[in-house]
């Protein structure tokens, strides 16, 4: 029972911004939403998590509507290494429900 | 450093045989998750335990076992019942009742001899 939906993949340009859209149609009042990227075979990497308000960090903003019923991750400046399947999570009554990602591909 | 440490990377299973994959933290993370991933596909949660001695079934349970003797350790046995245990395995910890992130191990890889 996945809360997030999320487009299978998107490409981006070296360099330009990278915006990847989650939708949580269900999310509750108080459930975070949360964003990790995931490079092959590795564990997942955390980037960036908020509850209502939009956040920035060094690795990118994060930008949640008035509704609370979907948000986008913004990286600002695509770098190759930037590649990788990017999860939206919903964390409820402390377990996290991941999606199935969204692979990011950064061209050159 | 804190953090999550799983072990081994790699593992050979042949069949019949059970396994145990470690997961040790010292984050003081009072709750600890296993998580399967197929490839291509999401992290699928297997069990997780939010106390020492307690823990709860996840959406894919089934031959798999586990146990919470000590808050820093959290050991997923993956038994004989499991017919297709070949996957990337995901050990991850995080505060309860916080919005703290979770953290996660690098993985354990299984594969069928």
């Known amino acids: 029972d996945a809360k997030t939906t999320q487009p299978p993949s998107m490409d981006c340009a070296e360099g330009r911004a990278a915006n990847l859209p989650c939708n949580h149609s269900?999310?509750?009042?108080?459930?975070?939403v949360y964003w990790y990227r995931q490079i092959h075979s590795q564990g997942p990497q955390y980037i960036i998590h908020?509850?209502?308000n939009n956040e920035t960090n060094e690795m990118a903003s994060l930008i949640i509507t008035e509704d609370r019923k979907s948000s986008t991750l913004i990286l600002p400046h695509a770098t190759l290494r930037d590649t990788a399947v990017y999860y939206c999570i919903v964390k409820s009554f402390n377990k996290f429900y991941f999606g199935s990602g969204t692979k990011l591909n950064v061209k050159p | 450093d804190g953090g999550i440490t799983q072990s081994p990377k790699y593992l050979f299973r042949k069949e019949g045989q059970n396994v145990t994959l470690s997961c040790e933290q010292n984050?003081?993370?009072?709750?600890m998750y296993w998580y399967r991933q197929d490839p291509g596909q999401g992290l699928r949660l297997i069990y997780y335990s939010q106390i020492v001695n307690d823990f709860q079934k996840g959406d894919i349970a089934e031959g798999y076992s586990v146990s919470r003797e000590k808050k820093e350790s959290f050991p997923l046995t993956v038994t004989s019942a499991q017919k297709n245990p070949t996957a990337f395995y995901l050990c991850a910890s995080s505060l309860v009742n916080s919005n703290q992130p979770q953290h996660f191990g690098d993985g354990t890889r299984l594969s069928i001899l």
């Open positions: 269900t999310i509750s009042g108080n459930e975070y």
């Open positions: 908020g509850l209502k």
């Open positions: 984050l003081n993370h009072d709750a």
